[in-house]
């Protein structure tokens, strides 16, 4: 080109460009966002397995408890004098506590609001902005 003269204006090959572009970025941004998405609810779906394992170990202490306070009782009821049955009443009492704990755990590791795939979410809306403002701006 000579100095002084002014660069071709924008014609259809470079709104064809531009279009491919965005059809490109779009399609990557797609990607990425689904990588995000896939990623975060495998970290969410251990959590998951994790507190239905406390859940079940919960279970298992909840039965041995029982037992142990079944047993207790019966012992009680039996000797009504000397201490074995204090100490079986000790022990189920623990097992009971330790239950009820690792249930409260669980519980709140099972909760919908921890599975939510927030990061993703926010990233989407994040992304959503920015190509609003580049069409826009």
């Keep these: 080109m000579a100095e002084g003269t002014n ?7 470079s709104i064809q460009a531009l279009l491919g572009d965005v059809v490109r970025e779009t ?3 797609a990607r990425k966002e689904i ?3 896939r990623a975060e609810m495998a970290s969410n779906i251990r959590s998951l397995v994790v507190g239905l394992a406390c859940m079940a170990a919960s279970a298992v202490f909840a039965v041995v408890a029982l037992i142990v306070l079944i047993g ?3 012992k009680w009821l039996a000797t009504i004098v000397g201490s074995e049955w204090l100490s079986a009443l000790i022990v189920g009492g623990v097992l009971l506590v330790i239950a009820v704990g690792l249930a409260l755990w669980a519980r709140s590791a099972l909760s919908l609001s921890t599975l939510a795939p927030t990061r993703t979410t926010r990233q989407v809306r994040q992304d959503a902005r920015a190509l609003s403002e580049r069409v826009s701006g």
Aim: net charge negative; aromatic share 12%; glycine share 6%.
């Design 7 to 13: 660069p071709p204006p924008p014609g259809p090959s």
């Design 72 to 74: 207790a009782f019966v």
């Design 27 to 29: 399609s990557d941004l």
């Design 35 to 37: 990588a995000l998405f």
